[in-house]
């Protein structure tokens, strides 16, 4: 059974820590992506990632960072939490693009961040 | 860019009906569509997917129908129960980058 887990499904920061949101897949994909979910947006992608220490900006990189430093593992980090980054934080990873016919992406369960 | 958007933001059905749920899409160079649905609580679930050589795909209750010339397309299902209620998206994928490129969601409630 395919899984791709997050650290946490609940989490509470004041504004200006710096947070770590993990994400890892048992897939041996090797793209990763992170989003983020808001009533009435949708989901808007933060930033990507094809290979291991790869990564791309997605649509809203400003005020994220992101790492990967292996193949499973893909870190999304806020350096200075704000309010406006009180948000549902979704991870999901896919295999290379046309390798098993399909660009389906596997989410996570998603972290619920809620910035004070 | 590409944009895509879902005709309504929510649908309301009786039990044992079946429901369409339509989306639009700007890119006619989009060739790969897949269908989501979000549970309350939970990460997006593939429900089935379709490539622009086909015009309809089916599932175990649900077929996709796609239309390239008037770019839309639509997810059936077929006597709708409890369970389908959801958000559910239909985000075209870039083949260049495999980027999915999500809209905001119709929400499917099913009266009992």
């Known amino acids: 059974d395919v899984k791709v887990t997050q650290s946490s499904r609940y989490l509470v920061k004041r504004t200006g820590e710096k947070v770590f949101l993990e994400c890892v897949q048992d897939?041996?994909?090797?793209?990763m992506f992170w989003y983020r979910q808001d009533p009435g947006l949708g989901l808007r992608l933060i930033y990507f990632?094809?290979?291991?220490?790869?990564?791309e900006k997605g649509d809203i990189p400003e005020g994220y960072s992101v790492s990967r430093e292996k193949k499973e593992r893909f870190s999304l980090i806020l350096e200075s939490a704000s309010t406006n980054q009180t948000s549902m934080y979704l991870c999901?990873?896919?295999?290379?693009?046309?390798?098993?016919?399909?660009?389906?992406?596997?989410f996570g369960p998603g972290t619920r961040l809620t910035v004070t | 860019g590409e944009s895509v958007g879902l005709h309504l933001p929510t649908l309301s059905v009786q039990e044992g009906d079946n429901s369409i749920i339509n989306c639009a899409y700007s890119n006619s160079a989009s060739d790969y569509f897949i269908w989501y649905k979000q549970e309350s609580g939970k990460g997006p679930q593939f429900i089935i997917d379709?490539?622009?050589?086909?015009d309809k795909r089916q599932g175990q209750r649900v077929t996709v129908l796609l239309n390239k010339t008037v770019k839309h397309l639509s997810l059936q299902i077929a006597a709708t129960q409890p369970g389908d209620s959801a958000v559910y998206f239909c985000p075209p994928c870039s083949s260049n980058t495999g980027k999915l490129i999500f809209g905001q969601g119709t929400t499917l409630q099913v009266k009992p």
């Open positions: 379709i490539r622009s050589n086909m």
């Open positions: 990632s094809y290979d291991v220490k790869m990564k």
């Open positions: 999901a990873s896919s295999s290379i693009l046309g390798r098993v016919g399909s660009y389906e992406q596997y």
């Open positions: 897939m041996d994909h090797e793209n």
